[in-house]
């Protein structure tokens, strides 16, 4: 998705993007709320993540112009005010939802997805990647082999959607260890083979092939072909 994150902070914006790249998203950033709108109000975005208290201007004060001007994204306010009556302005501006600083990544990421959801998606955008029996769905956060949904947890998801994504192509240990985990994950290479081997067991359980292949001394490399 095409994600616009407007935030002065810069350990705020940096985390911000960071964590939303490594879902595969791509991020524009604006530091100022003018700035902010400009960009809005020119390009297309899938969600907007705006901060309330900006250098320049009041977040309500641009959420209310961009609503003003048409612009349907769903946005999403960063704050670090932690009071009802400031969350239900932002709600009544016209911000879809509200989350608090500091904040878990992974809630950030849920609080997207659950937005999202909600707003209809055009065939263009691509949110599911197949291969051969396998599929998974970014949006709702859902994994199927032969149509079976599997469950994963957090890290095996993000795994095996960097796998997805590159299809029959080897992929080296500190590729999938940079792209897949958090930034101060101890990326040891022990627990990469530990994370395939749980995806491989889940997947197994459905169907024979060896999606996940292991390519000595490489890495590892997600097999699309046909047998
Ligand atoms: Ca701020």
Redesign the pocket.
Known sequence: MKILVI???RI?RTLVKHVLEKEGHEVSIAEKGETGEEIALREDFDIIIL?????DKS?LDVCKVLRENDVTTPILI???YQNTDTKITGLNTGADDYLTKPFDNKELLARIDAITRRVNKGPGSKNTYECGELKIDLISREFYVKDQKVLLTNNEFNLMAYLLKNPNRILDKDELTNNVWDINFDTNTNFLNVYVSYLRKKIEEITPKSYIQTIRKKGFMLNCEKD
């Open positions: 935030e002065d902070d705020v901060d309330l208290g900006l250098p977040g960063l704050s670090a």
